[in-house]
Every structure is written in structure tokens, then in C-alpha cells.
């Protein structure tokens, strides 16, 4: 799975909710056996496109001070 963070009809962050709610599912799914558990999971970066808000999120998921 490949999340992006960016609501592109907006063009601007999708939102803590939306992100976080589909990286757990995702998570989820693999560790019940729903989907293949090797399936990589990774954040997408358009690092061009990103508005500040989505810079704040990568900070606070990555724990960046």
C-alpha cells in the first residue's frame, strides 16, 4: 500500500483522520492475515506539493523535534 497524504482534488493535506484511519486498517488487515503480510506499506512524498500541514504530520509521525 502506498498512502498519500495529499488530497489532491484540494490540493492540500488529507487530514490526520483519513491518514491515520488507513494506515491502521492497512496494518490491521495485514496482521490478521487479511492481506498479504509482506505487502509493504509506505507513505507517499511529494515533497513539491506539500503544504505546511503536511510537513507538521511527517514531523509528529516520525517524531521529528
Known sequence: MHLDIINWKDRCYAGDDQIISKLTEHLYLKRTGQIDST???G??????????AC???YSAFY???
Open 39 to 41: 505487502e509493504p506499506c
Open 43 to 52: 507513505l507517499m512524498t511529494h515533497h513539491l506539493d506539500h503544504d505546511p
Open 55 to 57: 510537513w507538521d504530520f
Open 63 to 65: 517524531l521529528v523535534p
